[in-house]
């Protein structure tokens, strides 16, 4: 959707072979391979480096598609195997890597990497060789500026519009109840600065003005100038535009303040498992958008939450449910068509995303013609030592929660 600054893994591993058997669905058209052949998805992640947090997690993501649909029978008859290789977070290496598996290896389809920094020039190679390029983790503005014909984003709404909700219920507060000023911290990442912003605009436009807006580098570690200024500025809302340990480092500096805002909002790093330990248990009142609940009673959620945990011993979260809807969105255009290999199949497949809706683990899906998803965020909130949906109100799990608890 979904990001830098994480826990950096001095891990080498530079190619993973995962062979899985594949998908639930066959399909009407037959394919020019014969079912003996598996269908090879060629992916690149950020296994190493700045995103390998949530690279992991997109890399679960996708086995489980995969195993889940090989368990069902496969794709047209054939089973799938997912060829991975760490692209380190590198944006040379993701090309390098997009470059091989299309040009070298000859894979039969393609599936995005994770972060927008990593999806634009992943995305250029798709483009070049005509292939369908389903991506889970590049939200930014500028991935729908490039001029792609062949990209679609997989999840609920693009990076400006998650906070929709937050902003609506934020604007209709009573006017004497409503916050007057508001202070921003964002990564310089297109994704941490789009979320942020996306909310910013809007608050302004309200009559909320900004005291504070601050922009810091994706290695940033000390935040203790920052969360002075946010300080002093006694802003009533503070409002971080962060991946994870960025956003977890915000927040204890200015706990460390005893800065105590009437609303906090970080996107990302509040739904990261690690999130409530990392902080010191302190998260009550504090909120983030999210695109997946692994409680929504899609059918296809209900068997990818037992079957994930399963295989992994614990609950999904949002970068590998981003993942699995990537693999439920190509599935559906490869059924559809009847074919999964280079060539003019590509574009067959891309033609029918550009006309159909697909049903998934994040709720329906529908693009316009730059690949942006037509839908928005929910909004959670930690209460209790839980982080549940409170917004928008036909599907929150609990009440919103303002002004925010102490930390």
């Given at each position: 959707m979904h990001a830098t600054a994480r826990v950096k893994l001095g891990i080498a591993a530079s190619a993973v072979a995962v062979a899985l058997a594949v998908t639930g669905c066959t399909g009407d058209g037959g394919s020019e391979k014969p079912a003996s052949d598996p269908i090879v998805i060629g992916i690149s992640l950020p296994l190493t480096g700045d995103f390998a947090e949530p690279g992991k997690g997109v890399q679960r993501g996708y086995e489980a598609w995969a195993k889940i649909v090989n368990d069902q029978g496969g794709l047209l008859g054939r089973k799938i195997e997912l060829k991975i290789?760490?692209?380190q977070s590198n944006a040379?290496?993701?090309?390098?890597?997009?470059?091989?598996?299309?040009?070298?290896?000859?894979?039969d389809l393609v599936f995005g990497p994770f972060s927008t920094r990593l999806v634009v020039p992943a995305g250029r190679v798709a483009e070049e060789y005509g292939m369908l390029f389903v991506e889970p983790a590049g939200a930014a503005a500028q991935v729908f500026e490039q001029g792609f014909k062949n990209l679609f984003y997989a999840a609920p709404a693009v990076a400006g519009d998650h906070y929709n909700h937050l902003a609506k219920h934020i604007l209709a507060l009573p006017a004497d109840r409503r916050p007057k000023t508001a202070a921003y911290a964002a990564m310089d990442d297109p994704f941490a600065q789009g979320t942020a912003y996306g909310l910013k605009a809007k608050l302004e436009a309200g009559g909320i003005t900004t005291v504070v807006n601050e922009v810091y580098p994706p290695n940033t570690t000390d935040f203790g100038g920052i969360a002075a200024k946010i300080a002093a500025s006694k802003a009533d809302i503070v409002v971080g535009g962060s991946q994870y340990?960025?956003?977890?480092?915000?927040?204890?500096?200015?706990?460390?303040?005893?800065?105590q805002p009437k609303l906090a909002a970080f996107s990302t790093a509040p739904t990261n498992p690690e999130f409530a330990k990392a902080i010191g248990n302190k998260t009550e009142?504090?909120?983030?958008?999210?695109?997946?609940?692994?409680?929504?009673?899609?059918?296809?959620?209900?068997?990818?939450?037992?079957?994930?945990?399963?295989?992994?011993?614990?609950?999904?979260?949002?970068?590998?449910?981003?993942?699995?809807?990537?693999?439920?969105?190509?599935?559906?255009?490869?059924?559809?068509?009847?074919?999964?290999e280079q060539g003019e199949c590509q574009k067959k497949l891309v033609d029918w995303l550009r006309t159909n809706k697909v049903e998934t683990v994040v709720g329906p899906l529908s693009w316009d013609a730059q690949g942006r998803p037509q839908g928005a965020h929910m909004i959670q909130q930690w209460a209790g030592g839980d982080i549940q949906i409170v917004l928008p109100e036909d599907v929150k799990e609990a009440g919103f929660i303002y002004p925010k608890p102490a930390w």
């Open positions: 290789l760490d692209d040379d290496r993701v090309v390098a890597d997009y470059e091989q598996l299309i040009g070298r290896d000859k894979v340990q960025d956003g977890v480092n915000l927040i204890v500096a200015l706990q460390q303040l005893n800065y009142g504090i909120l983030a958008p999210t695109g997946y609940t692994n409680k929504a009673k899609y059918p296809s959620n209900l068997e990818f939450v037992e079957k994930y945990k399963a295989q992994f011993g614990t609950e999904p979260e949002e970068d590998e449910a981003n993942a699995y809807t990537t693999g439920q969105v190509v599935a559906a255009a490869v059924k559809a068509v009847g074919c999964a």
